[in-house]
């Protein structure tokens, strides 16, 4: 990671103007980060949650532009908290993120049963329809339940 994040842990702002000057260095799983330290900055401030989310549109585009590029877990950690700030801030989330999240998901061979169930609960909570990301999710889980079943026998 390029740079610390500790820096913005008070405020929005702080972490607004550390991710304008420090975008155009960061990695896939830097963005999936940036989403965990904005979550911990706004539960800590419930009253302005909704006004200071609409201040990541930044963010936004750089998460959609960076989302090719994620790994699952990266992907997984990025929806999931997206979907729960979005839920809380009760603000809609342009649709081309879901795009973009859809688009990626379908070309990742899942494993992890983990990193599945927070996408399969992230496209539920944001209430979106995004059929083939989930048939692709479906038919992971259930490739891992026969694996699982296997090594059982």
């Known amino acids: 990671f390029k740079f610390d994040l500790d820096v913005c842990d008070e405020s929005i702002y702080a ?3 550390l991710h304008r000057r420090k975008r155009d260095s960061m990695e896939p799983s830097d963005v999936s980060r940036c989403w965990l330290k904005v979550a911990k900055i706004l539960f800590r401030d419930k009253d302005s949650m ?3 989310f609409n201040l990541l549109k930044s ?3 750089q998460t959609i532009d960076t989302m090719p590029k994620m790994d699952g877990y990266s992907l997984a950690i990025t929806a999931h908290t997206i979907a729960k700030l979005s839920s809380l801030c ?5 649709t081309r993120l879901w795009d973009a999240l859809e688009k990626r998901v ?3 061979q899942w494993t992890d049963a983990q990193q599945i169930s927070m996408i399969l609960w992230a496209v ?5 329809q995004l059929p083939r990301l989930m048939n692709h999710l479906a038919d992971a889980a ?3 339940l026969n694996f699982q079943e296997r090594q059982n026998h």
């Open 15 to 17: 972490f607004i103007d």
């Open 50 to 52: 909704s006004r200071n």
């Open 59 to 61: 963010l936004f585009r």
């Open 90 to 94: 009760e603000v809609d989330i342009d």
């Open 106 to 108: 379908i070309t990742i």
């Open 124 to 128: 539920a909570k944001a209430d979106k």
């Open 142 to 144: 259930v490739s891992k």
